[in-house]
């Protein structure tokens, strides 16, 4: 639950952010669809505990601040069949994003 | 014990007799608990004994639990959607802190994981599915269906959601946004459907007829003629 990290969100609704596009060892919830690609932060949900620790019977310390990140899905797709303006959006833990470098990961 | 004993008997169990409104073949229903138990069964078996041996838990907490799942049906989501189309206080309340508004209701859905309402409107369309596993939102819904957890359902909705919504017969208008919510985390989504036209004279428990489980997930629309 979001009880307070100690530290601020390092990203605010708006910003623009990539997804790191590196491999997870065990348990991870960050898609491999995701991974590498550019969204934008649409809501900063708060801090929460560690999946990839509590998985491990770890505290889950220190907590992680989630964000809900919006992507095109266009840009996710190279071929995405729908209209322009259709989204996804998936929930991202602080430490799997970082700013938005332009160079998107192409799939 | 006869195969053909087993199918008889649990037909009569069920009200059901072989004669004149019943002629069709079809296959035996099993007994769940027929044949070996598979590997997970046993490991499932072994650890809940030792569990309550150790005094970890208590068979009367696990029925509880069971119990406390069961009761949990998409009815209760329908009352609180139908609720939200009849009362805009409710509904700002439910789309800001959606676990104090069910709380209103009398409905607590613990501290496990948090809820989140996200509404439907003529610009957006949502529709939730959970990639990594089957995240659900079981204490309002109860268990999800057997679809919300097939690879094929989890694969498809992300790379071609509009395919998907037009064969469960939701065609979304391309002027409208297909937003696909995945719950990677810690936070549930509940879908509020549109209300339809021609129902603003309905009451709440009528409404709350037409609120279906697929409509909360996103993969249905509320219709007012079934």
């Known amino acids: ?107 | 014990m006869t195969h053909d004993h087993d199918h008889d008997h649990a037909h009569d169990e069920h009200g059901h007799h072989h004669g004149n409104d019943h002629e069709h073949p079809h296959p035996p229903q099993k007994d769940h608990d027929a044949g070996p138990m598979s590997a997970y069964e046993v490991l499932e078996e072994a650890v809940r004994s030792l569990l309550i041996e150790k005094g970890v838990t208590t068979a009367d907490e696990i029925a509880a639990q069971i119990d406390l799942m069961d009761s949990r049906t998409p009815a209760l989501g329908a009352k609180v959607v139908a609720k939200a189309w009849t009362d805009a206080a409710f509904k700002a309340r439910l789309l800001a802190d959606t676990a104090a508004a069910l709380n209103e209701l009398g409905i607590d859905i613990g501290t496990l994981a948090e809820f989140r309402t996200i509404e439907n409107t003529p610009g957006v369309h949502n529709v939730v599915v959970c990639t990594l596993c089957s995240c659900y939102p079981k204490l309002l819904l109860g268990i999800p269906p057997a679809w919300y957890k097939s690879l094929a359902y989890r694969s498809r909705v992300v790379v071609d959601p509009r395919s998907v919504l037009a064969e469960f017969g939701v065609r979304v208008p391309a002027g409208t946004e297909v937003r696909v919510h995945d719950s990677t985390a810690d936070l549930r989504y509940l879908v509020l459907p549109m209300r339809p036209a021609g129902t603003d004279h309905w009451s709440e428990e009528r409404l709350a007829g037409i609120v279906t489980r697929d409509s909360m997930i996103g993969t249905a629309i509320p219709e007012t003629q079934a």
């Open chain 1, 1 to 107: 639950m979001s009880a307070g990290s100690g530290r601020p969100p390092r990203f605010r609704a708006g910003e623009s952010v990539q997804v790191a596009g590196r491999e997870a060892v065990g348990h991870c919830r960050t898609p491999w669809y995701l991974r590498g690609h550019a969204g934008v932060i649409a809501s900063v949900h708060g801090a929460y505990h560690d999946p990839e620790r509590l998985a491990y019977h770890k505290p889950g310390l220190p907590l992680k601040v989630l964000y809900k990140v919006r992507f095109r899905q266009a840009d996710l797709w190279r071929d995405y069949k729908g209209p322009a303006n259709d989204h996804l959006e998936a929930d991202i833990y602080e430490d799997w994003l970082g700013p938005a470098d332009g160079k998107e990961r192409g799939r």
